[in-house]
């Protein structure tokens, strides 16, 4: 036979918001009928297994994004390599070109540089003309 007591007060009562006065009255009643408690074993078992599957999610989700964070993290760690050896290669190209640009504007004020280019300058259009003595134009 079926129990007609008010079942919304065993899961009130599982869900930890039942009325004391409510309470005192579900008690009374549990201590009699073998339906009702049936009942409540049930849904505190399904409660059981939703909260610990709550839990697991809740875990697993904390898993997830403290994984998440550790890829995004070394990521970004990439990335800044990358971008540090980018910089440096960068900084070591401008160096070497500001090096050999001073270099060669050096070189204008060594003594003696100023008459060897004309020389070479000279010995390469001899050069040039023993190489190709006969140029002739095209026609
Ligand atoms: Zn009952």
């Known amino acids: 036979m079926k129990c007609k007591f008010d079942t919304s007060l065993l899961q009130a009562l599982i869900d ?45 989700m904390d898993k997830l994004s403290s994984k998440t964070e550790l890829v995004i993290d070394n990521l970004f760690a990439q990335l800044e390599e990358e ?3 980018k ?21 204008e004020f060594m003594p003696g540089i100023p008459l060897l280019r004309r020389m070479g300058r000279t010995y390469k259009d001899r050069i040039i003309s023993y190489a190709i003595p006969h140029r002739k134009k095209a026609k």
Request: glycine residues 2%; negative net charge.
């Open 16 to 60: 930890d918001n039942i009325e004391p006065l409510e309470l005192i009255f579900l008690s009374e009643h549990l201590k009699v009928c073998k339906s009702c408690m049936d009942e409540l074993k049930m849904l505190y078992s399904i409660d059981q297994s939703l909260k610990s599957l709550f839990n697991e999610d809740n875990e697993y």
């Open 87 to 107: 910089d440096i290669i960068n900084d070591s190209a401008k160096m070497s070109g500001l090096i050999i640009e001073n270099s060669s504007r050096f070189l």
């Open 83 to 85: 971008k540090k050896l």
